[in-house]
């Protein structure tokens, strides 16, 4: 028995078996979206806007169509169905139709013989645009009368006030021995996956459509597409391509309905491929954010009142925002216990690019600026960043800022103790990478280290009221005298290691060795999406419950064979085992000819809206924690960062595979480092200037530091296994955890990320202190 008090079963919960696409990404044989192939299919490709706000007065595509090997060329015209699809809200139109909101967005498509002919056909339409002034003010397209409407309805998409206590009564007010006022911003943080969007249209003979894209959501995407394309969804076949890398970027649509319009207009396949500079158009970002934070405290470090004003750039289209709001809205205190709260969150439209998921979910912006307040009032109070934290931590019994209460495993005053017990790394040593790599910028004459802290709160699955379930069907079967396990769901493996972590359910659940899972698609029900750190939580739910299903009647047909099977049996090595692991009848002699399928839906305990007034309500399925300690070296006279050691510990209730699950933690960590002093999508009045990864900064090896990680296991006894989703929470709190270390360096405010070089030069030093 291992220490949860279940059998051991080699490549089951709790073993780390290796992934069976592991080989085939190592030697590149792995056939992602972009390497699909089928005869005769034609290529895609996309006109977007070269500007960021215009009427479109005309569209003239007889340039392309004269050109040999063109087969089509659409516009808005030509889109059979609705003409607008949405995640949340149906307001991205497919293609432009009487004028463009943003930089990049899609105006015509064309499918061609080859690619490079699509692509010449693209630029040879001619459309006739009134350009207008755009609206990329963040402040002013939310409360200036004046601003310019980006959608007939405003620009606000969604306010979210949360209110507990009153911390703007004077009386409250004066409790407070210090206080601390600054205002924050968050950059655009692009998700930077590898694997470009791409996908694969095949019409099909009843006159539909079959699809193979990489998707974090199968089943929405098929909502979305199959009205656009004036189809029922059963004519619309959905199946998970290859994906490399997603991390919210590939939640909404992008490929999908432009290469099944094409598809279905020429009678034959379509690929569509973006390259990397079109990729940076066609998903949304992390939502750039001003936030600006006032805390007051006590004298011994007991948080008084929080007022917050969290703004969220949603850029032309709502994608996520609304959720977005919701979550920063929710946990804008942190993981803390505040009696008096007052936070207005705001999304808003603007003509910057479209932003929505990403990892962290609204809950990364909130972190950087509450963690940052939290280190300011401990400068002023004396104290260390991590006594003033644990003194005011959330443990489970708690009650946030919304009224819910925490009723699982919170603890924050345990990893505290983890983080401190840590080694620090050794001085600084005269051989080791200095600021400025290798380039040998620097001898060490401007070089201060500086050490920091970050702590993160994290919503796991779907939350405020929205149904959220996943699918799966489980079949057992006896295949050349061995009892199988097939698995099937919708879930999308999009790098996580999901796959993996559905095998090791069955083997566990039914006791088989051999399992195979099927690939992805909507020939059975929804899995959800792979994002909000619910695919294990979720669909690994449906897998357990429907193996489970199964299980039992495999009991059963025992029984009818005359086999007692006494209550508390299991499957396990192949065979049916009393309680304490003897064996009663081997699962093949049981099975024989017979298949035994189930089809079961998991869906997590219920939540529910917060008030539109007060934001209160238990809105959030689960919580998670991480906490960062990050060491960094600066020159402050170059303005360079190297980040020398990071150092995490995080609970995830129990671990269902160490070696996903410690990958997952590095991959969040080095996506918090990336925006902390990397990542940033710049734009000028709405025009994206770096559009490449020559340009756009994302962290390589040599940015990655040694990485110390403590895992804890506090079991959430709702959840499957008692799990707890672990991929978001380390993005959250790496960032505020290196920021501070920069500050403690520099003695700089630092209330940007990404930091820049000029913001830490000691001859800016006068200039940025109030930044």
Not at 554 to 579: H, N, Y
Not at 595 to 614: C, K, Q, V, W
Not at 648 to 673: C, F, M, P, S, Y
Request: glycine residues 10%; negative net charge; contains cysteine.
């Amino acid at each position: 028995m291992n220490g949860n008090g279940r059998q051991h079963r080699p490549g089951g919960v709790g073993d780390s078996p290796l992934r069976p696409d592991a080989a085939a990404k190592v030697l590149g044989t792995f056939e992602y979206a972009s390497d699909l192939t089928a005869e005769g299919m034609l290529y895609g490709a996309t006109l977007r806007s070269p500007h960021v706000r215009a009427l479109i007065k005309r569209i003239d595509t007889k340039p392309a169509l004269a050109l040999p090997g063109v087969r089509a060329v659409l516009t808005h015209q030509d889109v059979p169905g609705s003409k607008y699809y949405g995640l949340i809200v149906r307001d991205c139109p497919v293609l432009a139709i009487d004028q463009v909101r943003y930089h990049g967005e899609p105006v015509a498509i064309v499918a061609a013989d080859d690619a490079e002919t699509a692509r010449r056909a693209a630029e040879t339409i001619v459309v006739e645009y009134e350009i207008l002034p755009p609206v990329t003010d963040l402040r002013s397209a939310l409360f200036d009368p004046a601003s310019p409407r980006v959608h007939p309805g405003g620009n606000l998409v969604r306010h979210q006030p949360i209110r507990r206590g009153d911390p703007l009564d004077p009386a409250v007010q004066a409790r407070a021995d210090v206080t601390v006022t600054r205002e924050y911003q968050v950059g655009m943080q692009d998700q930077a996956f590898l694997g470009p969007e791409a996908g694969l249209a095949y019409p099909a003979a009843d006159g539909g459509v079959e699809l193979h894209v990489a998707t974090q959501w199968l089943h929405a995407d098929l909502e979305q597409v199959a009205p656009c394309l004036g189809l029922p969804e059963s004519k619309v076949h959905m199946a998970l391509a290859g994906i490399g890398g997603a991390f919210g970027g590939r939640e909404d649509l992008s490929v999908q309905i432009h290469a099944a319009m094409l598809a279905l207009r020429t009678g034959r396949p379509v690929r569509m491929v973006y390259n990397r500079q079109e990729s940076f158009f066609g998903h949304v970002h992390r939502h750039p954010a001003i936030m600006r934070y006032t805390h007051g405290a006590r004298r011994d470090g007991t948080l008084v009142y929080v007022i917050a004003e969290i703004l969220l750039d949603g850029g032309a289209y709502a994608s996520t925002t609304e959720a977005v709001v919701g979550n920063a809205s929710s946990l804008g205190v942190g993981p803390y216990e505040v009696e008096h709260v007052a936070i207005d969150a705001y999304g808003a439209y603007t003509n910057n690019p479209p932003c929505g998921a990403m990892r962290g979910f609204g809950a990364v912006q909130a972190c950087f600026a509450y963690e940052a307040q939290m280190d300011a009032l401990a400068a002023q109070l004396g104290m260390h960043p991590l006594d003033l934290r644990a003194r005011n931590a959330v443990k489970q019994g708690s009650t946030i800022a919304t009224g819910q209460v925490i009723d699982s495993p919170a603890p924050l005053a345990e990893m505290f103790d983890e983080l401190r017990s840590m080694p620090m790394p050794s001085a600084q040593d005269p051989n080791a990478l200095r600021p400025g790599g290798y380039g040998n910028t620097t001898h060490g004459e401007g070089v201060r280290r500086g050490v920091g802290y970050g702590v993160g709160i994290k919503n796991i699955c779907y939350s405020e009221g929205f149904d959220d379930f996943a699918t799966a069907r489980v079949t057992l079967t006896v295949e050349r005298g061995e009892p199988v396990a097939h698995v099937h769901t919708a879930a999308a493996e999009v790098g996580q290691g999901l796959v993996t972590v559905q095998g090791q359910i069955a083997r566990t659940e039914l006791g088989v060795e051999q399992v195979t899972v099927a690939r992805a698609d909507t020939r059975v029900g929804s899995s959800g999406s792979s994002s909000a750190s619910r695919q294990s939580y979720m669909t690994g739910g449906a897998v357990k419950v429907a193996c489970e299903a199964v299980r039992d009647r495999v009991f059963e047909a025992a029984r009818d064979r005359g086999v007692s099977v006494p209550q508390g049996s299991m499957l396990l090595g192949g065979k049916i085992v009393t309680v304490l692991g003897e064996p009663i009848a081997d699962l093949a002699d049981v099975l024989g000819e017979k298949t035994i399928e189930e089809t079961r839906e998991y869906r997590h305990r219920a939540t529910g809206p917060l008030d539109r007034l007060t934001g209160q309500g238990s809105s959030h399925v689960q919580f998670a924690f991480a906490v960062h300690r990050a060491v960094v070296d600066v020159d402050v006279e170059l303005g360079l960062i190297r980040v020398v050691q990071l150092d995490v510990v995080q609970d995830v209730g129990r671990i269902l595979n160490r070696l996903a699950l410690e990958g997952q933690i590095q991959g969040g960590t080095a996506q918090g480092l990336g925006l902390a002093v990397l990542e940033e999508i710049i734009t000028v009045d709405g025009k994206v200037r770096n559009p490449s990864f020559t340009d756009y900064l994302i962290p390589t090896i040599l940015d990655m530091p040694p990485l110390g990680m403590r895992i804890l296991e506090h079991p959430d006894p709702a959840s499957p296994y008692g799990l707890r989703g672990a991929g978001e929470p380390p993005t959250l709190s790496s960032t505020p955890a290196i920021a501070a270390a920069v500050r403690d360096a520099t003695g700089l405010a630092l209330t940007r990320v990404p930091i820049r070089p000029e913001h830490i030069a000691l001859c800016d030093q006068e200039v940025n202190a109030d930044v």
